[in-house]
């Protein structure tokens, strides 16, 4: 079993590595809203640029400046990422806290300039579950990667032990969820003016993984500006 997570780890880090630079500049929505989360397959890349898409179309309803993607930030937001990996970010404001302590230190280091940084974490339930109906977790079911069903464990004397599959949700609906819960949690610093880039990173909160509970994606979402408002 703890062989089984450390290569689960391994592959999805090895994902982590692979992002580039993210714009949403000749971003195809609909890519974001026909494919569903995967585990081993999770697109890192098509989840952030779909988060700072909404964030900024929201922005721009509002006449503000879009943000610019920062590497920067985000490589700041991965490691952070990796430092809190086992951690559920139940407690925001908690994990918020935690990474300020050192977010100053860490972003200059990796080179941003801005002077002002600060941290939104958040934690997202990933399936299309309405919160309501009875299911239950199969750990040696194949034909789901999160072995999640909707009804009642059949029994063994069953002749029809076949439960429908709890779905994933796709990538624009994951983004909107969030985006949303974040709304409600009023969270103005996204659409502030003093900040002009952004540096995110997505990843599952492993241990909510092959569990009787729905799976979480966690984000650490990191803004930046100028400590002074006005100079450049």
């Known amino acids: ?49 779909t988060i700072l898409f909404l964030i900024n179309k929201k922005r721009k309803k ?11 930030l985000n490589q700041v937001s991965i490691k952070y990422q990796n430092d809190l990996e086992f951690k559920r970010f139940k407690n ?24 002002l940084v600060i941290p939104i974490a958040a934690e997202c339930e990933a399936m299309d579950y309405d919160g309501k109906t009875e299911f239950f977790v199969n750990k040696n079911a194949k034909d789901s990667e999160f072995k999640l069903f909707y009804g009642k464990k059949p029994k063994k004397s069953e002749t029809n032990p076949m439960r429908e599959v709890v779905k994933p949700l796709n990538y624009y609906s994951l983004a909107k969820k969030l985006i949303k819960s974040l709304d409600s949690e009023n969270k103005k610093e996204f659409y502030s003016k003093a900040y002009k880039w952004g540096g995110m990173h997505l990843q599952w909160y492993y241990k ?8 979480k994606i966690k984000m650490v979402f990191l803004l930046g500006g100028y400590a002074t408002a006005g100079i450049r």
Not at 62 to 72: A, P
Not at 208 to 215: A, C, I, T, V
Request: glycine residues 6%.
């Open 1 to 49: 079993m703890i062989k089984t997570a450390l290569s689960l780890i391994f592959i999805i880090t090895l994902s982590f590595n692979k992002e580039n630079n993210i714009t949403t500049d000749n971003f195809n929505i609909e890519t974001a809203k026909t494919e569903t989360l995967g585990v081993r397959t999770l697109n890192n890349t098509l989840l952030n640029k």
């Open 62 to 72: 509002k006449g503000l400046e879009v943000l610019k993607y920062d590497s920067s």
């Open 92 to 115: 925001v404001g908690s994990v918020e806290r935690k990474i300020t302590r050192t977010l100053y230190i860490r972003t200059k280091k990796a080179g941003f300039n801005g002077g």
């Open 208 to 215: 909510s993984l092959n569990k009787r509970r729905m799976p």
